[in-house]
C-alpha cells in the first residue's frame, strides 16, 4: 500500500519514498513545507492525517505553553520577533517567509496553525489551511 501513497499530500506533508523498520512496520519518508524530513508510520497519514511535521506541531505547541518561539519555523515562516505589541489582547510576532516576504502575525494565529505562509505564497502554491491537533 506504501507505493500508491509516493507522491501524495497530507496537508503540508508529501511523500517521498518508504522505509522499513526492525519490527517491519513501514515508515514513510515525508517532506513537509517547512523542508524538514521526517518519518512517520503509514497509519498515521492514511487515519489520521497530520497536517506537518513533527517540528511545526512543535512549535504549535511551544506557542499554546507561552514558550520562547525566536527562530522556530513554522511550515514556510521563520518566527523572527516578538514585536511586543498587541492586537486583540494578542502579541504579535514578525515572522519571514522563505520566499523572503516579511509577515507580522499574532501569537493565537501561530498557537492554532491557522498562518503557515505569507500571503503570496499561499495563494501562489494554493497552500490548504493548518490544523492544530
Given at each position: 500500500?506504501?507505493?500508491?501513497?509516493?507522491?501524495?499530500?497530507?496537508?503540508?506533508?508529501?511523500?517521498?519514498?518508504?522505509?522499513?523498520?526492525?519490527?517491519?512496520?513501514?515508515?514513510?519518508?515525508?517532506?513537509?513545507?517547512?523542508?524538514?524530513?521526517?518519518s512517520l508510520p503509514e497509519t498515521?497519514?492514511?487515519?489520521?492525517?497530520?497536517?506537518?511535521?513533527?517540528?511545526?506541531?512543535?512549535?504549535?505547541?511551544?506557542?499554546?505553553?507561552?514558550?520562547?518561539?525566536?527562530?522556530?519555523?513554522?511550515?514556510?515562516?521563520?518566527?523572527?520577533?516578538?514585536?511586543?505589541?498587541?492586537?486583540s489582547r494578542s502579541p504579535v510576532w514578525?515572522?519571514?517567509?522563505?520566499?523572503?516576504?516579511?509577515?507580522?502575525?499574532?501569537?493565537?494565529?501561530?498557537?492554532?496553525?491557522?498562518?503557515?505562509?505569507?500571503?503570496?505564497?499561499?495563494?501562489?502554491?494554493?497552500?490548504?489551511?493548518?490544523?492544530?491537533?
Amino acid at each position: 500500500m506504501a507505493e500508491d501513497l509516493i507522491g501524495r499530500v497530507f496537508g503540508y506533508l508529501s511523500v517521498e519514498g518508504r522505509e522499513k523498520t526492525p519490527s517491519r512496520e513501514t515508515l514513510l519518508q515525508c517532506r513537509c513545507q517547512c523542508g524538514s524530513v521526517c518519518s512517520l508510520p503509514e497509519t498515521s497519514l492514511t487515519r489520521t492525517h497530520p497536517a506537518c511535521c513533527p517540528s511545526c506541531l512543535e512549535t504549535m505547541r511551544l506557542a499554546r505553553h507561552s514558550g520562547d518561539l525566536t527562530h522556530r519555523t513554522l511550515l514556510r515562516l521563520t518566527l523572527i520577533k516578538d514585536t511586543g505589541t498587541f492586537r486583540s489582547r494578542s502579541p504579535v510576532w514578525q515572522a519571514r517567509c522563505q520566499c523572503g516576504n516579511e509577515v507580522t502575525l499574532t501569537l493565537s494565529a501561530i498557537r492554532s496553525g491557522r498562518i503557515g505562509a505569507c500571503g503570496a505564497c499561499t495563494l501562489r502554491y494554493g497552500l490548504p489551511a493548518l490544523q492544530a491537533r
